[in-house]
């Protein structure tokens, strides 16, 4: 079993409605969590990161952590088609080699 | 911005060929990184550098070798290209304070015949 697991999808929300991808992992030590966003063809670039507990807004995206369930999720406001794209959790623990381990991403379709 | 420069943008391999991608970024980042994707699994760490000088090995290593000269290139070779490595090679890096926050390149497509 991956440590970081994603629903693959695809998951699919009409234009304007609220997206919501779910990340889970396994290691209680994971310290920092990311949102990569992956266009189709291009390679994965960074939109979200979170280290506390809660939730962190950045414009139309709201990132939820909550460490004693062990899931981290992506909401997606007023969702618009260029939303369209591979979204990739990744998570990152406390010591060892510091480089985060990746879920397997969820498609996300914003149908107009 | 050129950030993360990779080198061929794809590449059509016979088996047994061997291959050198290229990796080069001017962030002056420590950490630098080589991943594979693939349909269904997701990025797969090959190998890592977290500074000039030394390298780790990743999730995937096997049939992989990379070195790292300096900060800023860090190139993958395949010595003996096998079928089962056709796929996206990805380089990132990272600064240091921050390893969780990859910055990638555009992505290298192999194909090994």
């Known amino acids: 079993q991956k440590e970081v697991e994603q629903n693959s999808g695809p998951l699919s929300v009409p234009e304007g409605a609220i997206a919501s991808l779910n990340c889970t992992y396994s290691d209680r030590g994971s310290q920092s969590f990311f949102w990569y966003r992956q266009y189709s063809g291009k390679s994965p670039e960074l939109i979200m990161s979170?280290?506390?507990?809660g939730d962190k807004e950045d414009g139309r995206f709201t990132a939820q952590l909550n460490k004693a369930s062990q899931y981290v999720s992506l909401l997606i406001r007023d969702s618009q088609p260029s939303d369209s794209a591979t979204y990739l959790c990744?998570?990152?623990?406390?010591?060892?080699?510091?480089?985060?381990?990746f879920g397997r991403g969820t498609s996300l379709i914003v149908h107009p | 911005t050129a950030g993360i420069t990779q080198a061929p943008t794809s590449q059509i391999l016979a088996a047994g060929r061997s291959m050198t991608l290229r990796c080069t970024q001017d962030m002056r980042h420590n950490a630098m990184y080589w991943y594979r994707q693939d349909l269904g699994l997701g990025l797969r760490l090959i190998h890592y550098?977290?500074?000039?000088?030394?390298?780790g090995k990743g999730e995937v290593p096997d049939g992989y070798s990379v070195s790292r000269a300096n900060t800023d290139d860090f190139p993958l070779t395949l010595a003996s290209a096998v079928p089962s490595q056709t796929s996206v090679y990805f380089c990132?890096?990272?600064?240091?304070?921050?390893?969780?926050?990859?910055?990638f390149g555009e992505g290298s497509r192999l194909t090994v015949l």
């Open positions: 990744a998570v990152k623990v406390l010591g060892g080699s510091y480089i985060p381990t």
């Open positions: 550098s977290n500074t000039a000088g030394t390298t």
């Open positions: 979170i280290y506390s507990n």
């Open positions: 990132a890096s990272s600064d240091r304070r921050n390893t969780g926050e990859l910055f």
